[in-house]
């Protein structure tokens, strides 16, 4: 129940931080704009046109006879919409991420030197054509995890009273670790940290990471409010993964100033270790 809470708890400071750095927040927001105005643009259409879809899809019911026909339409057409919602669930995130890599790089320094002692951050040294890559390349990998179990879930909500009650909670917990990888994946693929390593480090505290990432997802469903969390969602982010590296949190750091400065009115504290499970030492740069 502690990881519980400290998870949601670098969620919490991460909308703080983005909230007293307006510069970084107002940036922050622009990926997420673009990728809302392309989801809509794509849902709109299927809400237009999905009936036709399924009609065309299904040429093997024209000759049933009515209502069969419009039911059984009806249904297919409902479960492409759910799908489609589903399917924006899960990518908006890695979408928004890539379109927003440049920004929400900076952003996730900007973070790490705020709340790490010495006033450093890592730092990739990799041109961005290459952090696009690797980004993109990690987020299908993600997004293919993801899909299947979108699949299982899906099949398991025709399960009678467990499929209506059980099933649609587990479903925000697995949409909650793979939306919390994501985000992490910021802050973790700067330090050199591979796929298969960022998920290893992730299942070695689920309940931490439950805790970021599953309220995370519940808000993603609300329109819109994705885009305003994002910001907020990435620094949070960056603070977790420097717990579930063991690396130490200064006191007070995200009561730093827009342009870096300590704030006066808040006394900083010692550095403090930011998680007691964390692997310690550099972390292995491939």
Known sequence: MRDLGAGFGHLLKGQR???????????????????LVLYAAALVGLALWGTDFVAWATPFADDWSSPWTGLFRGFLTAVLFALALLLAVLTF??????????????????????????????????????????????SLRI????????????????????????????????????????????????????????????????????????????????????????????????LLARELLGEE???????RSEDGSADPAVSSGPARPAGPTGPTGPVPRH
């Open 249 to 255: 949190i200064r006191d007070g750091g995200a009561d």
């Open 93 to 138: 995130t890695a979408v928004t991420l890539l379109v927003g890599q440049p920004f929400y790089e900076s952003l996730s320094e900007r973070v790490d030197r705020d709340v790490s002692p010495d006033g450093t951050a890592p730092e990739s040294h990799l041109p961005l054509w290459r952090e696009l890559w690797i980004s993109g390349r990690d």
């Open 143 to 238: 997004l293919l995890r993801a899909a299947v179990w979108g699949v299982l879930l899906f099949a398991l909500g025709f399960i009678p009273v467990v499929g209506q009650t059980v099933v649609p909670v587990i479903g925000f917990f697995v949409t909650g670790f793979f939306l919390t990888e994501e985000l992490a994946s910021v802050a973790l693929q700067r330090r050199g940290v591979q796929l298969r390593d960022r998920l290893a480090l992730l299942r070695s505290r689920k309940t931490l990471v439950w805790g970021f990432g599953t309220p995370l997802s519940v808000s993603f469903l609300v329109p819109f409010v994705a885009v305003f969390l994002m910001p907020g969602a990435v620094a949070g982010a960056t």
């Open 17 to 35: 931080w983005v909230a007293r750095h307006g510069k970084s927040y107002g940036f922050g927001l622009l990926p997420g704009l673009i990728t």
